[in-house]
């Protein structure tokens, strides 16, 4: 799962706007004994459906590295891709004008401080 992991996470492409983050794992029954088996749970975020359909591809065609191993892809995409239209920004822009925050262009950590400082404020 280790090396599935690293696959998963070099999916992402910062400059297409593709993310895919790892963010729960679980396996395993005690130390020293091989897990029967593991799961992952993937979060993707695309920006546009020509880039949902390839990332989605990449995440089906994964092959294990053990030949004793198989995988299993359940789930798929639940929501639709972000795109920035201009549309889409001028919305955002007035409704970041109207509340009068700054709200960080990237990073999930800051976004969450912002969230927090944002119900602080109602």
Do not use: F
């Not at 895919?20 to 979060?43: F, I, L, Q």
């Not at 990237?106 to 969230?115: I, K, N, P, S, T």
């Amino acid at each position: 799962m280790a090396r599935q992991i690293l696959d998963l996470e070099g999916m992402t492409d910062y400059e297409s706007g593709l993310t895919v983050n790892v963010g729960v794992v679980s396996g395993g029954t005690r130390p020293n004994v091989v897990a029967y088996e593991c799961k992952a749970e993937v979060d993707m975020r695309v920006p546009n459906p020509a880039i949902a359909e390839v990332a989605v591809a990449n995440v089906l065609s994964l092959k294990p590295y053990d030949p004793d191993c198989t995988i299993t892809v359940t789930g798929g995409l639940n929501r639709p891709p972000y795109e920035k239209l201009a549309g889409i920004a001028d919305l955002y822009e007035t409704a970041r004008a109207r509340c009068n925050l700054r709200i960080p262009a990237r990073g999930h950590a800051d976004w969450r401080l912002q969230r927090r400082q944002l119900h602080g404020q109602l």
